[in-house]
C-alpha cells in the first residue's frame, strides 16, 4: 500500500528489538543493521534510525529523549566515553552508509540536528558525539559542511560550540593530521570561519590560540595564526597595487604598510616579496627582449624609495635579490636584466655589498645560476676591490 501511515514508532521497535537481542557485539550490530535494511525502510525512516544508534530512541524537538519511548542501551550515548569505543562505533556507521548509501543524506542531516540539539545532552554525551562526529569527518562518511551547525548563536554563546570542537577537533587530528584536516576544511570554505566558534567579542587570534592551546591543540592555534596571517598578506597585496594604481604619495604607502606589518605580525621579508611582486605586476611588459630591460631600469628607479623603506635588515635584502633572480628566470624576456635590476639597487641603496656578495657566493637559487653567476662576474669583483679599497683606507685613517 503506497499510501501506508508514517509510523516511525513501529519501525523503532523493530530496531530497537533487534538491537536488545544483539546486545553490545558491535561486529553483531553491524550485521544485524545490514540485514535488516532489506526488510525495513530506511529510507524513509533514515532521521528515526540514526537517532536510535546515536542516543537510544526517537529524540523529541531539542533533543531529548521522549519519556514513554521504549530506548536501548546499545547506542553512542550509553557507550563508554573513550576513543577506542567511538571508533568501534564509527565502524557501526561506516559499514552502514557503505551498504546503503542513499543514507549519506539522512545521516549528515541528523548530524548537522544533533549538533544544533548539543544544549539537550549531557556533558559526557557531547564529548561521545564529538569523539565520533572527529573520526567520521576524518575518515570521509561526514563532510565538514556540518560543522556550520556549530556557529549557532546560542551554543557560540554559551560556550557550547567551542567546548565541543575541542573534542572534535582532537579525535579528527588523533586520526589524520592537521594538514588533512585543513584541506577538508579549505574545501567546503571553512578554513577562515574557526573564530567564529567564540562570540564576537572573542574573535582574536590571541584568545582562539590561548583557548586551543590550553586544551591541548597547538597544533589548531597556529593553523588559525597561520591562516590569519595568509589573510592579512593577501589583503596587504591588493592595497597595496591599488594605491600605486592610483599613485599614492609613497610615504602614505609606507606608512600604511608599517601599520600593517605591526598589527598582522608580517616580517619585512615577507613585505619586502610582496612589494616587489606588486611593483612588477602593475606594468605592460614589452615583449621584446633589448626593450624590456630598459622598461624595466626606469620603471624600478621610480619605485625604488619604497623598496628601500623595507630593505633595513640584510635579511631583507637577500630576500629580495632571490625574487629578482626567480622572477628574471620565469619571465624569459627578463633573463639579461638580472645584473642591471641588481646594480641599479645597489646605486639606489635598496641593495648593500654584504647581502650581493652572500648570494653571489653561495645563497642564490638553482634556477638559472649559472647565468646569472656570469652576469654579475664582473660587478661583484669590482665590489670585492672597492671593499678591500675601503678596509684599506680605514686602516690607514685608523
Not at 88 to 107: C, S, T
Not at 146 to 168: D, H, P, R
Not at 265 to 288: D, R
Request: proline fraction near 2%; glycine fraction near 4%; charge should be negative.
Amino acid at each position: 500500500d503506497e499510501k501506508e501511515r508514517f509510523d516511525p514508532t513501529q519501525f523503532q521497535d523493530c530496531i530497537i528489538q533487534g538491537l536488545t537481542e544483539t546486545g553490545t557485539d558491535l561486529e553483531a550490530v553491524a550485521k544485524f543493521l545490514d540485514a535488516s535494511g532489506a526488510k525495513l525502510d530506511y529510507r524513509r525512516y533514515a532521521e528515526t534510525l540514526f537517532d536510535i544508534l546515536v542516543a537510544g530512541g526517537m529524540l523529541a524537538p531539542g533533543g531529548t529523549l521522549a519519556d514513554d519511548m521504549t530506548r536501548t542501551n546499545v547506542c553512542v550515548f550509553a557507550a563508554q566515553e573513550d576513543l577506542e569505543t567511538m571508533q568501534a562505533f564509527a565502524q557501526v556507521f561506516n559499514k552502514l552508509i557503505r551498504r546503503y548509501k542513499y543514507l549519506e543524506k539522512g545521516f549528515e542531516d541528523e548530524v548537522k540536528k544533533l549538533l544544533l540539539f548539543l544544549k539537550g545532552f549531557s556533558e559526557s554525551e557531547r564529548n561521545k558525539l564529538a569523539m565520533l562526529t572527529g573520526i567520521l569527518l576524518a575518515n570521509g562518511t561526514l563532510n565538514a559542511s556540518i560543522l556550520n551547525s556549530l556557529y549557532n548563536e546560542n551554543l557560540v554563546k554559551e560556550g557550547v560550540s567551542a567546548a565541543f570542537a575541542v573534542k572534535l577537533f582532537k579525535s579528527w587530528i588523533n586520526e589524520k593530521d592537521i594538514n588533512a584536516v585543513a584541506v577538508s576544511l579549505r574545501k567546503v570554505n571553512m578554513d577562515n570561519r574557526l573564530m567564529e566558534l567564540f562570540p564576537a567579542n572573542k574573535q582574536s587570534v590571541e584568545h582562539f590560540s590561548k583557548y586551543f592551546t590550553e586544551a591541548g591543540l597547538k597544533e589548531l592555534s597556529e593553523y588559525v595564526r597561520n591562516q590569519q596571517t595568509i589573510g592579512a598578506r593577501k589583503e596587504l597585496q591588493k592595497e597595496l597595487q591599488e594605491q600605486m594604481s592610483r599613485g599614492d604619495p609613497f610615504k602614505d604607502i609606507i606608512l600604511y604598510v608599517k601599520e600593517e606589518m605591526k598589527k598582522n605580525n608580517i616580517s619585512e621579508q615577507t613585505v619586502v616579496a610582496i612589494i616587489w611582486s606588486s611593483v612588477m605586476s602593475t606594468v605592460e611588459w614589452n615583449k621584446k627582449e633589448e626593450l624590456v630591460a630598459e622598461q624595466a631600469i626606469k620603471h624600478l628607479k621610480q619605485y625604488s624609495p619604497l623598496l628601500a623603506a623595507f630593505t633595513t635588515q640584510g635579511q631583507s635584502e637577500l630576500t629580495l635579490l632571490l625574487k629578482i633572480q626567480e622572477y628574471c628566470y620565469d619571465n624569459i624576456h627578463f633573463m639579461k636584466a638580472f645584473q642591471k635590476i641588481v646594480v641599479l639597487f645597489y646605486k639606489a641603496e635598496v641593495l648593500s655589498e654584504e647581502p650581493i656578495l652572500k648570494w653571489y657566493k653561495d645563497a642564490h637559487l638553482a634556477k638559472g645560476k649559472s647565468v646569472f653567476l656570469e652576469q654579475m662576474k664582473k660587478f661583484v669583483e669590482w665590489l670585492k676591490n672597492a671593499e678591500e679599497g675601503n678596509q684599506q683606507l680605514n686602516s690607514q685613517v685608523g
